[in-house]
């Protein structure tokens, strides 16, 4: 069983680090964006170096005291705020933030767990290099929790999720004992491999303090298409046909919905609509490309091929920055408007591509069965990543669906999951989703996740709760 | 403790199998490529499903008796013989081959363990699709092996190693529990990354039994040259430069060492070489192009650009497929040539990229106090990868070197520490480099490995001796 957080050991804590390294949480650090879980009031460690984290990871150890790991605050999960349990601490990374050094000619950058993503891609673009990952919250999430959380977002087709961009990283587990991983190799066989198993487990093994990032060089154009397609299959044979025009330079691949379309011009009527009729489907393609390759003249080639094939019936290449900006704005402020209709429930989910188009037609036919329904479909087609969120009837209020809102969520889940799907593809399990990983995950798979978390974790004092629920419950 | 394996209970797994997945072993079962050890003489299960392995594998728990995980038997490090302890199992995926599905629209390719690495990428060329891995030993080695290791190989610094290139796997677990998490999603958030935590982990942690694994566009062209540059420095600019030139197509960037084209010359004169005056220092560059992208021209603008900034003094690009075999065979006859000569130790080792250079300089350095030696350093210098083999002085043998063997080994692997680099970058620990691994490694990843090895084979029957060394000596 774990303690509780007492005025005794915040002391005990205070006389063992700098001044400032522990305060009061304030409301930004137990609130989440979705508004469903506050966490308990409580004292937040701000440490400044992996030692300062590492000894307090070994007081709460001994003290058996619960530890959340926090960074942004942007998990979409609940990862990140105890609601519930014995009082935690919160450890936040908010002060280790530097980037502690380039390497761009071995396109490699080596930041602390709390620099800003924003930050990350701005120190890689200081030295012309890119560091791709891009997501909604890149602002104010922080790498730590992006790794964490193993992120997705816009480039994952191209350039792989944040596991994918990471070599090395700085750990301290769940003993207080620091694991140095920081290496810059490309290629490492020497043992089990802990840095993958760190990232994407979401606070429960450890504490990331530090990364060794990828690089890449900076494409030298980039052009965006917005093309219009008969259905989710089209789509899909579109995608196989831009990768044989330009393979490794498709760096998204985003499907879109009619309803996206109709909720914009609904809640966001000043985004400007690539057609002047909204198509039923329409998919965004974005290309980064090389030297002396021309983005549009590539675009070019996939509409008259797409075209001349039968997928594509009408389209649009964006002809400057401006209308780059414009065609990408459509998909990025989707979720914008769709918090403005305000969804019944969200699924992030992904799918074997060549499911997809069954997928849709069937989560459609199963939800309108369950009552009368808009659902958004939209997201990372390339990736298989689609969010398929329900939302009210027009003029209807979200809560009249509170009595099936579990159900719809199961009627979605139950889908993916007979389609050999994942019912979390980039946004994790958290604690919203622990109950639905006990259900859904395989037998197998979650007997060896327990004896791990019991294995690193004895005492369960990392982020409890989350992922796998509680050990000590 | 673990039990020797007893006529018992190969009776008792006799009865619960079918005929035929019970034979003695044969000499190919318990040798391993460079005669470093001779494997116990015992019997061999050859499953071909994967119920049927868990049989194997609960069987062997339940009676404590260790398990060799077994597949083409190629592997460089003992990680596939068991020289000495309680009589294991060898467990050999030979019968299960088979390529279950290809989905080439998803560029996925489902493959059971004991396929052979050549079958598999056939299989995708089938499609239309490329299997990226390869290997020199392709021919014979298994994809669960190269999963197990992780493997490495040619194609890393364009497509990744072996665990970049695999979705989903089949596992059984040393408990005899099945996982199966053989799904062919690119994103997939729901849980710790056991998927990873096996690839790499040389069948200590469990049997991989089949892989679901990604396939790419097949390059439209290749093309290949081979420059002369000055050292190490100037080798990895020009990789810099071609990745502007050809970002995401350059597959292959080699460095070759003047010793290696004389070992050439001395033992395979049939070689024939690009250039007549040997250069100190060469690399063979391979470019896979888009539609529409000629990868000579690309070639011919890096050697100009090359050239311009003093980085190329001399080189040539093949002028069609035969020529394009012909560099290639100078890069991969360089093992056999090794091989002829006879190295005193061989080292596989892997740097920050810009360490490389620095080291080269100072491992010749080293090495050179202690005795009169050659070394032959060559490798996947776009991957940091390299073997910094020692050879014997010319006219003298091996075995004169066999007092200060040893000490060459622990002067590289003491060098390459200091550096920041890895003392196995492709081929893993097996048996050969478990004491180094204990030596050199995080005292944290060390303890993490330990941690998670006895929480999921608690009787220590995965692979006894490999990797981590025996729980049970």
Not at 186 to 202: A, C, P, Q, V, Y
Not at 212 to 225: M, Q
Request: glycine share 10%; charged share 20%; hydrophobic share 40%.
């Amino acid at each position: 069983m774990l303690n509780p957080l007492t005025n005794d050991f915040v002391e005990k804590l205070s006389a063992m680090l700098p001044d400032k390294a522990l305060r009061l949480a304030t409301p930004a650090d137990v609130e989440e964006p979705r508004g469903r879980y506050i966490g308990l009031g409580t004292h937040v460690a701000t440490p400044s170096t992996v030692e300062e984290v590492s000894k307090i990871i070994t007081a709460c150890n001994a003290a058996r005291i619960g530890v959340i790991p926090f960074g942004g605050g942007t998990g979409l999960v609940g990862g990140q705020v105890a609601p519930q349990g014995p009082l935690p601490l919160i450890l936040s990374l908010e002060r280790m933030t530097q980037i502690r050094a380039t390497y761009p000619q071995e396109n490699v950058l080596i930041a602390e767990a709390g620099a800003i993503l924003a930050n990350v891609q701005s120190a890689a673009q200081a030295v012309d290099r890119l560091f791709p990952l891009s997501l909604a919250s890149e602002g104010s999430c922080r790498i730590g929790g992006n790794l964490a959380t193993n992120a997705g977002g816009l480039n994952v087709l191209r350039y792989g999720n944040t596991r994918d961009l990471c070599l090395g990283l700085e750990v301290v587990l769940p003993s207080g004992q620091i694991w140095n991983g920081l290496t810059r190799l490309r290629k490492d066989n020497t043992g089990f491999d802990l840095r993958n198993l760190m990232i994407g487990s979401e606070g429960a093994l450890g504490v990331i303090t530090a990364a060794a990032l990828k690089l890449y060089p900076r494409p030298a154009e980039n052009g965006t298409g917005v093309f219009v397609v008969e259905d989710p299959t089209a789509a899909l044979a579109l995608l196989n046909l831009a990768q044989t025009i330009a393979p490794s330079e498709v760096s998204a691949f985003e499907l879109i919905h009619k309803t996206g379309l109709e909720f914009l011009s609904e809640k966001l009527p000043d985004v400007r609509q690539p057609f002047e009729n909204k198509p039923e489907w329409m998919v965004l393609i974005d290309l980064g490309t090389a030297r002396g390759r021309d983005p549009d003249a590539l675009l070019e080639r996939l509409f008259e091929e797409g075209h001349a094939a039968g997928l594509i019936s009408d389209g649009a290449i964006a002809q400057n920055e401006a209308q780059r900006r414009q065609f990408w704005e459509v998909r990025e402020r989707i979720p914008q408007a769709n918090k403005a209709i305000g969804s019944i429930v969200s699924h992030d989910v992904s799918l074997p591509l060549g499911s997809i188009a069954a997928f849709v037609t069937e989560g459609l036919a199963r939800l309108a069965k369950l009552g009368d329904m808009r659902v958004n479909c939209f997201g990372h087609l390339g990736d298989g990543n689609l969010h398929f969120n329900a939302f009210p009837a027009r003029g209807r209020d979200r809560h009249e669906y509170d009595a099936i809102r579990d159900d719809i969520q199961r009627c979605v889940h139950d889908l993916v999951s007979e389609m050999g799907g994942s019912i979390s593809a980039e946004h994790g399990i958290g604690r919203l989703k622990a109950k639905d990983l006990a259900h859904y995950g395989d037998p197998g798979k979650l007997a060896a996740m327990r004896a791990i978390k019991t294995a690193l974790d004895p005492n369960g004092i990392m982020n409890p709760g989350a992922v796998i629920g509680s050990l000590n419950v």
